[in-house]
């Protein structure tokens, strides 16, 4: 069975420029979560969605966003790119979103803002 | 805010030594404590993970130990070889609430095994 996907691998933006990351689930999980690793510290929670709907948000600024669609992948969008949100952005997939469901992470998206 | 202590920051070890990384946590809420090995260029996987309610779980080289009072628990791993060398970190979560899934992680255990 195939893994958590993301795309793209790479990114590199300017600052005040948008971005949009995509990740597609394993087959049969229903829940998707972000999570933002800045280098040398463990992952932050961005967002849980769970059948479409916004479960859990962290403690990120507004101008991070993100949706589940109908066949279960999910985008994470940030606008107004500050230096700071240069870091690799992880989606997570479980079955369900209960707190012992196991979350298998993708290999991540390498966003650096210059 | 940092709920989930983890140290030591880095960890170096000969085979067939037995690292031990340990965690503590602060919020009582959490029950579930898992903990992920990560490569360089690789997502986190999940390890091993264990519940408040048990005070020790093995899983083939790889056993945590938790003490609930203390609000502390460590990863072991026996007979460490060097394809162990990775980054590992704990995690926590709680149920209910608006918490769900959410995973609170260390700041991680950088650990090199020496051949």
């Known amino acids: 069975d195939a893994g958590v996907t993301q795309s793209p691998t790479h990114l590199i933006k300017t600052r005040g420029q948008q971005v949009t990351l995509r990740c597609s689930p394993i087959?049969?999980?229903?829940?998707v979560s972000w999570y933002q690793q800045v280098l040398g510290q463990g992952p932050q929670f961005i967002f849980q969605y769970y059948e479409k709907e916004e479960r859990g948000r962290g403690n990120f600024p507004d101008r991070f966003s993100a949706r589940q669609f109908p066949n279960y992948s999910s985008e994470l969008n940030v606008n107004a790119l500050l230096l700071g949100d240069s870091a690799l952005y992880l989606c997570?997939?479980?079955?369900?979103?209960?707190?012992?469901?196991?979350?298998?992470f993708g290999p991540g998206t390498r966003l650096t803002v210059l | 805010q940092q709920q989930v202590k983890q140290s030591p920051q880095s960890l170096i070890v000969q085979k067939g030594g037995i690292p031990i990384i340990n965690c503590a946590y602060e919020?009582?809420?959490?029950?579930?404590f898992p903990w992920y090995q990560q490569f360089p260029g690789k997502g986190p996987a999940l390890l091993i993970a264990i519940r408040p309610d048990v005070s020790e779980k093995k899983e083939g080289r790889f056993t945590i130990s938790f003490n609930k009072s203390a609000k502390q628990f460590s990863l072991h791993i026996m007979d460490s070889q060097p394809g162990d060398s990775a980054t590992y970190f704990c995690?926590?979560?709680?149920?209910?609430?608006?918490?769900?899934?959410?995973?609170?992680f260390g700041q991680g255990t950088i650990l090199t095994v020496h051949p």
């Open positions: 997570a997939s479980s079955r369900l979103a209960g707190a012992t469901d196991t979350q298998y």
């Open positions: 087959s049969g999980h229903k829940s």
């Open positions: 995690a926590a979560s709680m149920k209910g609430g608006t918490s769900y899934g959410k995973l609170t």
């Open positions: 919020n009582t809420a959490f029950d579930y």
